[in-house]
């Protein structure tokens, strides 16, 4: 098993902290990086701080879907903007992404499913999202060769899909030549606040003063944000894809279909998953906050594999004085955390390919991995930059559909701290809402 192999082909020179910047960004994963360039762009002197190495963690291990569909209805109007940045994206970060606007589709495989798919088209007809309802004969023609009997599917032209390994360097590398400073192997250890203002950031290799903090440090998020006093119930649960070998041609459309889910490269390549299942390893960690995700968890059960393994042990472990989540401290609290791929899982999918596809009996998995997906319980992420203590930003809890909101989150930070306005309406993906009990039941939980 190895990582996605692109995420870490570039080496970045080390650099000194500056003593002191505008936007202090800790987490360099997609979301830092956009937000990074973007603000770089609008001339903020900005510094990335990233504990491990850039996207080295769910930011490169994504399916590489971009999709409006199936979205929750507070993440629609994002996504739309962020359709319209992906459109033109590779042209602007002068480098290809793998970009592809083939469209997305999910296929129904019985009646359950092709009710819940058209469901949502009262949620793409109220934002005119180009989502229609497939006939049987339509999904045939989308994807020739399918050999499983369907009963139509939910289709967005407007789609598409990119490559996660590419994307965050690419941003990266643009915002490292506008000026900003990208320090890789060190690690935030907290945030600093004087009368109620963010004034910088305590950082492995010192202090930087700052006049805004943004932290979208994945999972760690909740860890940084205690040391503030404010409680996030986000929890951690663990996607597994694959890579194959090239198959004959088949289709550039992001696709779940007779359980698998899977997108083909320009090189015959898949990437695929076991549909839309997740492994929640069981650990003391998921003791704090269950009553978030109690009130859900039956309804979206068959979404889950609960597992009780190796992950406990490593969580007791890192709880002993002399572990290294100990050591480094609450902000970081594992430098590269591992995360192992789910082979059985990643069989079903392979089956369920060939399947769904005789056509590529010989294709077979070439590479796997997995990645630690941060999840909130109402299935939407926290985007803010109007928060307590002034002068911090968050982003986080993308519940494993991130990927395809990088963009547009990068961009929306990035003119809510310049201008004070973020250009959409955020307010339902405010970091308060938990405090304040405003919590709506989850459409989907990743």
């Known amino acids: 098993m190895t990582i996605p192999e692109a995420a870490f082909s570039t080496q970045w020179t080390p650099q000194d902290l500056p003593r002191e910047v505008d936007v202090a960004i800790i987490g360099g994963g997609l979301m830092g990086c956009a937000c990074a360039y973007y603000l770089s762009k609008a001339g903020a002197k900005v510094l990335v701080l990233e504990k491990s190495t850039l996207a080295g963690q769910q930011s490169s291990r994504a399916w590489g879907f971009v999709r409006q569909q199936s979205r929750d209805e507070a993440e629609v109007p994002l996504m739309q903007a962020s359709i319209g940045i992906w459109r033109s994206l590779e042209r602007e970060l002068q480098t290809d992404l793998g970009w592809r606007n083939d469209g997305c589709l999910f296929v129904a495989g019985n009646e359950a499913e092709r009710d819940g798919y058209e469901s949502w088209l009262t949620v793409a007809r109220s934002f005119s999202v180009d989502t229609v309802m497939l006939s049987p004969r339509e999904v045939a023609n989308k994807l020739p060769g399918y050999a499983v009997p369907q009963l139509g599917g939910l289709f967005t032209a407007s789609d598409g899909q990119a490559e996660p390994t590419l994307v965050a360097r690419a941003f990266a590398m643009r915002a490292r030549e506008l000026g900003a400073h990208i320090v890789e ?15 910088g950031v305590e950082t492995e290799r010192g202090y930087v003063k700052a006049k805004t903090v943004v932290c979208a440090a994945g999972v760690t998020t909740f860890r940084l944000l205690k040391l503030l006093g404010i409680a996030l119930p986000q929890q951690l649960v663990r996607g597994t894809v694959a890579r194959t070998t090239s198959g004959p041609t088949l ?6 279909a ?8 320009l090189d015959g390549s898949f990437n695929i998953a076991d549909d839309a ?5 069981m650990t003391l960690g998921h003791l704090r906050a269950l009553h978030w995700y109690a009130p859900s968890l039956w309804a979206h059960r068959k ?24 050591r480094l401290g609450a902000g970081i609290h594992q430098r590269n955390p591992f995360t192992p791929p789910n082979d059985k899982g990643l069989g079903t999918a392979m089956r369920a390919l060939k399947a769904a596809f005789p056509g590529q009996v010989n294709t077979q998995i070439a590479d796997r991995w997995a990645g630690g997906i ?6 939407i992420p926290v985007i803010d930059a109007q928060t307590s ?3 911090l930003a968050v982003a986080t809890g993308f519940c494993g559909h991130g990927f395809a909101m990088g963009p547009i989150v990068g961009k929306t930070l990035a003119d809510w701290i310049d201008s004070g306005d973020p250009g ?6 405010r970091l308060s809402r938990f405090a304040e009990g405003d919590v709506k039941p989850p459409s989907s939980l990743f």
């Open 185 to 199: 192997h060190c690690g935030a250890k907290g945030i600093d606040v004087a009368a109620g203002q963010v004034v």
């Open 251 to 256: 289709s550039g459309i992001s696709t779940i």
């Open 258 to 265: 007779n359980g698998v889910g899977f997108r083909q490269r």
């Open 277 to 281: 299942h997740v492994d929640v390893d």
């Open 303 to 326: 979404s889950f594999r609960f597992n009780l393994n190796g992950a406990c042990l490593t969580d007791l472990h890192q709880r002993l004085p002399w572990s290294e989540s100990s």
């Open 374 to 379: 941060d999840v909130l319980p109402d299935g």
């Open 389 to 391: 203590p002034r002068g």
């Open 424 to 429: 959409l309406d955020m307010h339902q993906l």
